[in-house]
């Protein structure tokens, strides 16, 4: 297992450089560039192409990703063409507010979907069943926007009543924290566990029809035991692979959400950053990226060794 | 900017100016004190006459309160707060209340003191001006409360004069010769010619006074903001908000009332609208969808102000088929301009010519415009001799394109509503949208055949007209040239008499509308709901907002 984690570690280097190189190249052959965002349609061609050089864009983009991975290398990640300050810090302030919402709402996914995949699995085609694939198909096609629109509206029309906006970390206000995340992580739950629900009764329904569930029910285990013990177990790997591709794509950004609930996270980091074409923040906040979606994945692929003892990496 | 009181030829002081505005305001108390008790309705503009340039809903005099905060919200961060170089109304928002500005403007756009309490002008290119007493800077490191002099002054416009490409509004000043401060409190201008915008431009939201230290200690004034005005900064979090507290120093007496002010970024216009609603914001600018579902409510009064900006769609008069003026003048009598307000606007817009309609004293009158064609309400006349125009040009079977961008969906809304226009009168057109990341190259190269976008706040009819036609000016992207108006526009900068300059911003007008690089479309309105606990703020252009917290006092 050891050496399977320090290969999957080492591949990991290759990975990220390629990706930081494709987005690098990419964001260079999109028309229009920070120097003219800058300055703006007001400007001459002259002051734009002196601006270009004082950011050191018209040098060959060979040079500037070597310079830009020179000072990654060095703990140097680079300055906001816009700002003028290190991107590191920005992105140091959105990432807790991410992990937060993401860790919340892979919570509320799995504290929805879990119940609700079993139920609707051990109660195929009854009243139960169709209810929960209602909820579920309803996640799936309420677009984020839409719902985290209706949150928002539904609290301040009835209630008159929003979480405050921004973000208040935990450690220092936990009331208010707990405020800012309870209805962006419904949002974003909701929407994970319409998936992961599907994904839980499929897999458990598979499960429930192999012969070691018939052979336990014909030791005389109860119902629930069976269930909890064996099928439930078994049927966890496949959702576990949701999970964590789950975690991964919040980490790097619920874009909506924090968009509605004007959550200062990753998300809204990185589409500031394109549209702006503030290349080293897209730099800094890719590599982020690439890192936490190939860890995940590797957590996954581990813990599939812990949950299911036929899984082996040796 | 209007410079109406032909500041060049009157020596105006402060205490004057007070003096004409304690009139005003009696006048305004005792028309709002008449206007009490009428319901609050959303003035929205639905035809030429109905939208004024500033319909507020009166409020009633009563002794101003001290304390609480005044909350508004943004929808993105400051890109930074040094306001010698950047533009957007994030930053004004952010810092408007930190500084001072050499010379104020009104509500209503008028040239008022605010640093320099008076000015002369002994001849047409020098101005002396003559700096407020007892102004300090906030007690902050490193300038700990110092007093502002007119070497401050100097340094600032200086400043904005710097010859990098991040300072866009060098254009300001470059007619200045040279720029002394003759004593701690008098600022010498020396001009290389008579310049008649100089007063609007000493009054630009922009042309900001601040310490040299500051700008010295941080390397610039990106990440710092030290002022003389009415509130301190406290406190900045990207993504978050920003706070202010009260300036406990500021040189207006009794000023500012609220204690603290702050500006909460929130990107989602209905979480915004929400916020308003759930008493987290106390003013919102709103579209007129939002004005109108807030209609009825007496928790909100609700205004609107025509705004120093316009949507404009731009001809490349560089190269066929727009460097025939019968094409632009055809493509401009298709325009129905009251049907785009109506369809984009929600009716809160009025048909531009070429100043927005923001600018009152010196933007063509409604009345006016309506002579021309284009703007008249015939349309089906204006269809039929534009046919004949573009039939004359031998271009009836021509593609045009018609390049916007996005993500503004003003502007892929007006693109569709013209595209609409132009094909009911059978004109073929493809329309190509564009990130802004790229349409600004594209337009600086002069790529597009015609292309939609808006102005942004402009408050001198000198960045309407020479900025934008003057043949040598950068900001030419039109690429119109013609030297009979140059030379008028030459002369509109060097007529120091305002008469005089009026009537050439005038002839040049008329020139323009039949020369059309432009299609001037409409000026926006800006609706702002705010609380009903809100009192003594005056809804005002984008760019002066933070400056009205000054006299915003909260009814707790």
Same mark, same amino acid.
């Not at chain 2, 008028?110 to 002369?120: G, R």
């Given at each position: #297992? ?27 052959? #999109? ?164 998936? #992961?629900?599907? #994904? ?115 | ?221 990106r990440t710092v903001a030290i002022g003389s005005g009415p509130f301190v900064f406290k406190s900045g979090q990207k993504g978050v908000s920003y706070k202010w507290d009260k300036n406990p120093g500021y040189w207006e007496k009794e000023m500012p009332y609220a204690d603290s002010y702050t500006l909460n970024v929130v990107p989602d216009a209905a979480t915004r609208l929400s916020s308003l609603r759930a008493k987290q914001l106390d003013i919102e600018v709103v579209t007129i969808d ?267």
């Amino acid at each position: #297992m050891t050496k399977y984690i320090a290969r999957r570690l080492v591949l990991l280097v290759p990975t990220v450089i390629l990706v930081t190189v494709i987005v690098f190249t990419l964001m260079r052959a #999109m028309p229009g560039d920070a120097a003219s965002l800058q300055i703006g349609d007001s400007a001459s061609r002259d002051q734009i192409e002196t601006l270009r050089a004082q950011l050191g864009l018209d040098r060959p983009l060979y040079a500037q990703y070597f310079v830009w991975a020179a000072g990654v290398l060095t703990g140097d990640f680079g300055k906001s063409h816009r700002t003028q300050q290190p991107v590191i810090d920005e992105l140091k302030n959105a990432i807790p507010v991410s992990a937060e919402l993401a860790l919340a709402g892979v919570l509320t996914a799995v504290a929805v979907a879990l119940p609700l995949g079993t139920l609707a699995a051990t109660n195929r085609a009854r009243h139960i069943d169709y209810a929960a694939r209602l909820v579920a198909l309803a996640g799936l096609s309420i677009p984020s926007f839409v719902l985290g629109t209706l949150v928002v509206l539904f609290l301040a029309l009835w209630f008159g009543w929003l979480p405050p906006t921004g973000y208040v970390p935990l450690y220092v206000d936990p009331l208010t924290n707990l405020q800012q995340f309870v209805f962006p992580a419904l949002v974003v739950g909701y929407r994970s566990s319409a998936l #992961m629900t599907r #994904m839980v009764r499929s897999s458990l329904l598979d499960v429930l029809q192999q012969d070691y569930i018939r052979t336990a029910m014909s030791k005389g285990l109860s119902w629930p035991t069976v269930v909890r013990r064996h099928a439930l177990r078994n049927a966890l790997i496949p959702v576990m692979t949701l999970i964590g591709t789950q975690v991964g794509a919040l980490l790097s950004g619920a874009v909506v959400s924090e968009t509605i609930f004007s959550l200062p996270g990753v998300g809204r980091l990185f589409i500031q950053a394109v549209t702006q074409r503030d290349y080293a923040m897209v730099q800094v906040v890719i590599l982020f990226i690439a890192l936490v979606v190939s860890l995940s994945n590797l957590i996954v692929d581990v813990l599939y060794a812990v949950v299911d003892p036929r899984v082996g990496y040796e | 900017m209007s410079e109406s009181g032909n500041v060049w030829t009157h020596r105006i002081s402060r205490r004057r100016w007070l003096g004409g505005t304690a009139v005003v305001g009696l006048g305004a108390v005792s028309a709002a004190l008449i206007g009490c008790g009428k319901k609050s309705e959303a003035p929205v503009a639905s035809d030429n006459k109905a939208a004024a340039p500033a319909a507020l809903t009166p409020q009633a005099a009563a002794k101003p309160k001290n304390g609480g905060e005044i909350r508004i919200a943004v929808d993105g961060d400051p890109v930074s707060y040094d306001p010698h170089i950047e533009a957007s109304y994030r930053t004004q928002w952010a810092i408007g209340g930190v500084y001072n500005r050499v010379l104020g403007l009104t509500t209503d756009l008028k040239i008022t003191p605010e640093l320099a309490a008076s000015w002369e002008t002994p001849d047409p290119t020098t101005v002396v001006l003559k700096m407020q007493q007892g102004v300090k800077f906030h007690n902050v490191a490193p300038v700990n409360g110092r007093a502002l002099t007119a070497e401050d002054v100097v340094w600032s416009i200086n400043r904005i004069t710097t010859n990098k490409p991040e300072f866009q509004r060098r254009y300001m000043f470059d007619q200045i010769d040279k720029i002394t401060a003759t004593d701690a409190n008098t600022v010498t201008i020396k001009l290389k010619q008579p310049f008649a915008p100089l007063f609007g431009y000493l009054a630009n939201p922009f042309t900001i006074v601040a310490p040299k230290e500051a700008a010295e200690a941080k390397g610039d004034l990106r990440t710092v903001a030290i002022g003389s005005g009415p509130f301190v900064f406290k406190s900045g979090q990207k993504g978050v908000s920003y706070k202010w507290d009260k300036n406990p120093g500021y040189w207006e007496k009794e000023m500012p009332y609220a204690d603290s002010y702050t500006l909460n970024v929130v990107p989602d216009a209905a979480t915004r609208l929400s916020s308003l609603r759930a008493k987290q914001l106390d003013i919102e600018v709103v579209t007129i969808d939002q004005a109108n579902s807030l209609k009825g409510d007496n928790n909100f009064t609700i205004d609107s102000v025509a705004q120093g900006n316009s949507f404009t769609i731009r001809y490349n008069t560089t190269r066929a088929p727009f460097n025939d003026v019968r094409v632009r003048k055809a493509f401009d009598m298709v325009m129905d301009r009251k049907q785009i307000a109506q369809l984009v606007f929600g009716g809160a817009a009025l048909p531009a010519g070429p100043i927005s309609p923001g600018l009152t004293a010196w933007a063509m009158s409604q009345d006016e415009l309506a002579k021309n064609a284009g703007y008249r309400a015939d349309k089906a006349a204006d269809i039929a001799e534009a046919k004949k125009l573009l039939e004359a040009a031998g271009q009836t079977s021509t593609q045009f394109e018609y390049v916007y961008y996005i993500p503004d969906i003003v502007h892929e809304q007006v693109a569709q509503v013209a595209q609409q226009q132009l094909e009911k009168a059978g004109f073929k057109v493809k329309l190509t949208k564009m990130e802004y990341a790229a349409w600004i190259p594209f337009t600086l190269e002069k790529k597009f055949m015609m292309t939609g976008t808006g102005s942004g706040f402009r408050d001198n009819p000198d960045e309407y007209l020479y900025a934008l036609f003057h043949s040598t000016s950068s900001r030419n992207d039109t690429g119109y040239k013609n030297p009979e108006i140059d030379k008028l526009l030459e002369l509109s900068r060097s007529q120091l008499k305002d008469e005089e300059r009026k009537a050439t911003v005038a002839d040049l007008q008329k020139r323009l509308m039949n020369e059309v690089p432009n299609s001037w479309i409409i000026g926006q309105t800006l609706n702002e709901a705010r609380a009903s606990n809100v009192k003594g703020y005056v809804p005002t252009y984008t760019h002066n907002r933070p400056r009205q917290f000054v006299r915003t006092w909260l009814d707790k």
